[in-house]
Nanobody, 124 residues
């Protein structure tokens, strides 16, 4: 089992920034992809960004790649999501996820482990 714990959500004004963190514990040796998803009220969960633990560039939802940055800290077994230029439409619950897929993947179904989610609210 793998446990994922997110932190860093909260309230921000439009144009502001927030940084989300996700620490993993447990049987992480077979986790090769980690990512962030978000779900706004009344909408489906959507992929935000992903990062591979076995090399390769981070990958993003195209519409977010110039505002959001995903990074990792191998020593802490953590990933981060730096969100800049926040917009009210970024308001959602953000989830950290982990997958055993060896190739980059953006489908939620491919991610086995999920955090509890952290609320991000952006006011106009």
């Amino acid at each position: 089992q793998v446990q994922l714990v997110e932190s860093g959500g909260g309230l921000a004004q439009a144009g502001g920034s927030l940084r989300l963190s996700c620490e993993a514990s447990g049987e992480t040796s077979t986790i090769y992809q980690r990512g962030w998803f978000r779900q706004a009220p009344g909408k489906e969960r959507e992929f935000v960004a992903g990062i591979s633990w076995i090399g390769g560039a981070p990958y993003y939802l195209d519409s977010l790649k110039y505002r959001f940055i995903i990074s990792r800290d191998n020593a802490k077994n953590a990933i981060y999501l730096q969100m800049n230029g926040l917009k009210p439409e970024d308001t959602a619950v953000y989830y950290c996820a982990a997958s055993r897929s060896r190739v980059i993947i953006s489908e939620a179904e491919a991610y086995t482990y999920w955090g509890q989610g952290t609320q991000v609210t952006v006011s106009s």
